[in-house]
């Protein structure tokens, strides 16, 4: 079946350093992308999202770029910070509220003081 | 932001027991809610969407009769483990969708760690 997947399980850089989280999707039809972080033994927690019919959006401290060519997405985390370190999934889906989320297998951020 | 909270956040039971987990928007009505299983180190593995007033629609390989869900009202919906065996063991993490307000965003609860001894 379709999926979405990141590129690399583990990615550690240093406090103050910039982070680039990478995902890969194979859904044409998904319209709707967002990031979420996961801290040990808590509920995922939203970080941004963004719509096919954008390519950038931007939040404190993060960005998300969205290249439908390629189907690629990607976190940017500008001044990584300690309290960073988390599991960061990538989620696709369909428009709609009813429509369901999809989870790439995230990747691992050590952030190095 | 929206908040969903999820009870119990972690339960320790016997195999062959039954555990019931809920999940309940405190502040927005949940049209539709989902479930999702996480086992350590891995992804969420979406398991059933329920909507307000009708049945669970159940991922292919999940069992409906093991995994029971109810979702009796806008702002509740329960997932009871019947039987549960020791490779139930995982950590359950519900979401909820909202009204039109909300948009497209998906609220999660602080998910539950079973343990079935």
């Known amino acids: 079946g379709e999926s979405v997947g990141l590129h690399l399980p583990t990615l550690s850089v240093q406090e103050g350093d910039n982070s680039i989280i990478n995902c890969a999707y194979s859904n044409s039809a998904s319209d709707y992308f967002i990031w979420y972080k996961q801290e040990s033994g808590k509920g995922p927690q939203f970080i941004i999202d963004?719509?096919?019919?954008?390519d950038k959006r931007q939040g404190q401290r993060v960005t998300v770029l969205l290249n439908k060519t390629v189907k690629h997405l990607s976190l940017q985390i500008a001044a990584t910070q300690p309290g960073d370190s988390a599991v960061y999934f990538c989620?696709?889906?369909?428009?709609?509220?009813?429509?369901?989320?999809?989870f790439g297998t995230g990747t691992k951020l050590q952030v190095i003081p | 932001g929206a908040v969903v909270s999820q009870h119990p956040s972690w339960v320790i039971c016997k195999s062959g027991t039954s555990v019931k987990i809920e999940c309940r928007s405190l502040?927005?009505?949940?049209?539709?809610m989902f479930w999702y299983r996480q086992f350590p180190k891995q992804s969420l593995m979406l398991m059933a969407t329920s909507n307000e007033g009708s049945k669970a629609t159940y991922e292919q390989g999940v069992e409906k009769d093991k995994f029971l869900i109810n979702h009796a009202s806008l702002t509740l919906s329960t997932l009871t483990v019947t039987s549960a065996h020791p490779e139930d063991s995982s950590f359950y993490i519900c979401?909820?969708?909202?009204?039109?307000?909300?948009?497209?965003?998906?609220?999660f609860g602080s998910g539950t760690q079973l343990s079935v001894l």
């Open positions: 963004i719509r096919s019919n954008m």
């Open positions: 979401s909820a969708s909202g009204d039109r307000g909300r948009g497209e965003k998906l609220f």
């Open positions: 989620a696709e889906k369909k428009s709609g509220g009813y429509q369901k989320v999809t």
């Open positions: 502040d927005f009505q949940a049209t539709t």
